[in-house]
Structures are given as structure tokens and as C-alpha cells.
């Protein structure tokens, strides 16, 4: 356990860092993207705070509330942090910030909306995510925001579909690595954390706990969404992903619409 009592492990807390925000969804393999930067010397963070960014005093308090439970390590220089939902906003004036750099990332929602309410049955068949409308909604409204978001950046922003970080991760890694200006770039590997699997934290299924990136099975069993709810949702996720590509400095496509490494 780290112990912010002791002067220098407090100053290397207190003194600024260059602050990572991924901007996404849930069941975006947004834990897997956590995992795999957080694995990485300079970045300190790997899952979501569950927290709001509304001024330079929200960085603080993330560096406070992450080294309360985690190991500072030595020489990091960046803080990651995940915001995955509404209910926690993010203050354009923290984005705009010269310490600050925001990667958007989209997962399609013929995949994504199985597997929120897939995972709530499984998990908590109690919450509302448990409902199709319930996911729905959610899923489109918080296309929204983002879509917003990024619209209205005046700082350059990485765009990631999500799903390159499994289908072709080594130029995706890489890309990232190079506008992120990592001195040790991003790896496939990455390590088990103290929070790993737990719930709260993230993905809860043991396969995040192997260690590297494992592609999904083509056959999974997953709940079963109206086609109807699936248009609806897919006509939001291009709207958006059309904003956010047009938009970036950077960016990481899937299928035939991969970009390369560094690009816009």
C-alpha cells in the first residue's frame, strides 16, 4: 500500500502530470484498453474512477484518490482515467488543458448492446441494464454527449473504434503510442492490477486476467436485440464515429477503413 505520509512519495503525487482521459462507453473494451496502458512505466491508472472532470482540482483529487489504494511508481508522468457515463462530466476546460490528451473510442452497436445486457443478467439481474430500452438509450445518449464533446475540441483528440484494439492491435498500439509520445510503447502484454476482474472495476470475466489481449469467440452466447433497436442505434453510432473521424488529429479504424499509424 502507498502511503502519501511519506514527503516524497507526496511531492511525486502533487507534482503535475500529463493527464490520458479515454472518453467512451461501457463494453467498449474500455477495460482492456486500461489494462494495457496502465501496464505501461509512465502511466499510472488502469480502471475507471468513477469520477468528473470539471477543473484542474479534478485532476488532483483523481491523483489523491487513485494513490490511496495503489502503488505510486517510480518516474510515472502520465495519470489514466476512464469516463464512461453521463452522470460524470468532463469540463471543457479540463480537455483543453496542455497536459491533457483525449482519446475518443466507439464500439458498433451490434455488438456492444448484446453484451450490456447480456452482462447485467449475468452480474445484477436486478439493474435496469438488465432492459433493451434501458441500454438503449443510454448507449444513444451517450453517443451524443461524446459527439458533442468533439465537436466543440479545440485540442487535437485520438478517435479509436474500438474493436482495432483486438482485431489488429499491433498497428493500433503503435499509433497510439506515437501520438501519446511514450518513450516505452504500448505492448499486447499486459499485467494482472491489484482491482483486476473485481466488480466496480471493470470487466469482471476471468479472461482479462490473461494477461493479453484474447479475441472474442465468433460464437458466443449473448442476448438477442429487435433489428429495429439495432438500426436505431447503429444510425447514432455513424452519426457520431462520422464526427469524431472527421475531427481527429489521429486516428485507429477497423476493416477497410484502417488508417495508418500516426495519420489522420
Keep these: 500500500m502507498p502511503s502519501l505520509t511519506d514527503p516524497l512519495q507526496l511531492l511525486r503525487v502533487l507534482l503535475p502530470k500529463q493527464h490520458i482521459l479515454l472518453l467512451s462507453h461501457m463494453r467498449a473494451y474500455t477495460s482492456l484498453f486500461g489494462h494495457i496502458i496502465g501496464s505501461n512505466p509512465a502511466v499510472c491508472g488502469y480502471y475507471e474512477m468513477h469520477i468528473g472532470y470539471y477543473s484542474w482540482k479534478s485532476l488532483l483529487r483523481q491523483k489523491l484518490l487513485y494513490f490511496k489504494d495503489e502503488e505510486v511508481k517510480t518516474g510515472f508522468s502520465y495519470m489514466f482515467d476512464k469516463v464512461l457515463h453521463n452522470d460524470h462530466a468532463v469540463s471543457p476546460s479540463v480537455l483543453l488543458r496542455p497536459n491533457t490528451r483525449t482519446i475518443f473510442s466507439l464500439r458498433h452497436p451490434r455488438d456492444t448492446l448484446p453484451s450490456i445486457v447480456t452482462l447485467y443478467q449475468q452480474v ?89 489481449i484474447i479475441k472474442p469467440e465468433a460464437n458466443r452466447v449473448r442476448a438477442q436485440l429487435d433489428e429495429d433497436m439495432i438500426e436505431r442505434a447503429t444510425a447514432a453510432y455513424l452519426a457520431a464515429r462520422n464526427t469524431l473521424t472527421s475531427s481527429s488529429a489521429a486516428q485507429s479504424l477497423s476493416n477497410n477503413d484502417k488508417a495508418l499509424p500516426g495519420t489522420p
Design 124 to 212: 445484477d439481474p436486478t439493474n435496469e441494464f438488465n432492459s433493451p430500452d434501458y441500454a438503449l438509450d443510454y448507449y444513444i445518449n451517450r453517443l451524443t454527449a461524446l459527439s458533442d464533446i468533439a465537436a466543440n475540441m479545440e485540442q487535437p483528440f485520438y478517435y479509436l473504434d474500438a474493436e482495432t484494439l483486438v482485431e489488429n492491435a499491433g498497428a493500433c498500439l503503435e499509433s497510439l503510442s506515437d501520438w501519446l509520445g511514450l518513450e516505452t510503447p504500448l505492448s499486447t502484454h499486459y499485467d494482472k492490477q491489484r482491482n483486476t476482474s473485481k466488480k466496480r472495476y471493470g470487466d469482471t470475466s476471468a479472461k482479462l486476467e490473461a494477461g493479453t
